[in-house]
């Protein structure tokens, strides 16, 4: 009897163990296939992204529309924008458009000759000349009924023919050459690209666009504004709203007005205090060019509005050239660090006396970085993060 119960108890025994095994080997594979499934899933779902994502982008013939660094880093905190469109293009530019673009002011300074034989003359003339031409097309993509294209093609040529030999000493060899490049297929910055480009940075980095359209607001209607300045004219553009972490940038478009300063230049300091930011305080000196250029002084004509364009020198287009020229924009960086309405500072002084010449004081609503923060909880390498990450993104904007 006993036998049979030690028989029957080891039966028993067994038939629970097998039946536990292969109760943990279904669940494994159970297991296992919902994660195979997850990773199927998650792969077809990277495919079918990929796939609408190259269904839906415009095509454009230079390099797509990729045109520029969406997280680009100064090598500063702040840097001196000497000719505003160029020295900012070149910085935002992708690297490969960056070469094309430097091909692009190479083949222009070739039409260039300078009368006193020095390359440093025809370099500052093709930066000025590209000034002219992207200003001409930042205006004509969005007033094209008063900034027409055969209007561009007259102003560039009278620039080329008038302006530069008269304050650059620069001659173009065959301007007429030169400007039905800039509207032919061959030149890689045409206008019709060019005005691509302008539209991408417009949307990309709105706070520079914003100083420009505040420029040409004032000058439109009323130009007086900047004529009555007794010492310095001065223009600030920040974002009305940030995230956490984020970088705001931050513009300052400062010409010297003073009397004292037209035939030498002028030293200034730009102090910054910004508070919630990093860093919290800036300084720094910068000299603003003498407003006499080529034997004339420059002057903001006395009347009431400026025209977008007309015959001759009161118009937009020509003064807001010479003030691009003279004047310079400061581009400096600052990072949010703490949620709420934080204030910034810019002072700016004379730098010899220490008379503050200028001062603005503007509010920037640094908002919490939700999807930031739930990429840095999840990380990149857990499949639900990865797929639920971008959909939170688009969700909190």
Not at 49 to 56: C, P, Y
Not at 209 to 216: C, E, G, K, Q, T
Request: proline fraction near 5%; charge should be negative; glycine fraction near 6%.
């Amino acid at each position: 009897m006993d036998t049979f119960i030690t028989t029957m108890r080891r039966a028993v025994t067994r038939l629970f163990l097998q039946l536990l095994i292969a109760g943990i080997a279904l669940t494994c594979f159970e297991l296992g296939f919902m994660l195979f499934a997850a990773i199927y899933l998650a792969i077809g779902l990277l495919f079918v992204v990929f796939g609408l994502g190259i269904i839906m982008m415009p095509t454009i013939r230079i390099f797509k529309e990729q045109y520029v660094i969406e997280s680009y880093e100064p090598e500063s905190t702040y840097s001196v924008l000497d000719f505003v469109f160029t020295d900012y293009i070149e910085s935002v530019l992708q690297p490969h458009l960056w070469l094309v673009f430097d091909d692009f002011l190479q083949s222009i300074s070739e039409s260039f000759e300078s009368r006193r034989g020095s390359q440093e003359d025809v370099w500052v003339a093709t930066k000025t000349f590209t000034e002219k031409y992207f200003l001409l097309t930042y205006i004509h993509s969005f007033a094209p009924e008063f900034l027409t294209e055969d209007v561009m093609r007259r102003e560039l040529l009278e620039f080329l023919e008038t302006t530069m030999p008269k304050y650059y000493g620069v001659v173009c060899k065959d301007s007429k050459r030169l400007v039905d490049w800039l509207f032919s297929r061959e030149c890689p910055f045409n206008a019709d690209l060019t005005k691509r480009l302008l539209g991408w940075i417009r949307r990309k980095f709105p706070v520079f666009a914003r100083l420009i359209d505040r420029l040409i607001i004032t000058l439109t209607e009323n130009p007086a504004l900047v004529r009555r300045e007794p010492e310095i004219f001065a223009e600030i553009a920040t974002p009305a709203e940030a995230l956490v972490g984020s970088p705001v940038d931050v513009f300052v478009y400062m010409i010297n007005m003073s009397p004292k300063y037209r035939e030498k230049p002028r030293l200034v300091r730009v102090r910054v205090l910004a508070h919630g930011f990093e860093p919290s305080s800036l300084e720094f000196v910068n000299e603003l060019e003498p407003l006499v250029r080529g034997g004339e002084t420059f002057e903001i004509p006395a009347v009431r509005r400026l025209p977008i364009y007309t015959k001759g020198t009161e118009d937009v287009c020509y003064v807001l050239t010479r003030m691009l020229d003279i004047g310079d924009v400061v581009w400096i960086r600052l990072t949010a660090v703490h949620p709420g309405d934080n204030v910034i500072h810019v002072l700016i002084e004379d730098a010899e006396t220490g008379k503050v010449l200028k001062a603005f004081t503007c509010t920037v609503r640094a908002r919490r970085n939700f999807a930031a923060a739930f990429r840095s909880l999840f990380g990149g390498g857990i499949i639900g993060g990865g797929i639920l990450y971008p959909i939170v993104r688009i969700l909190m904007g």
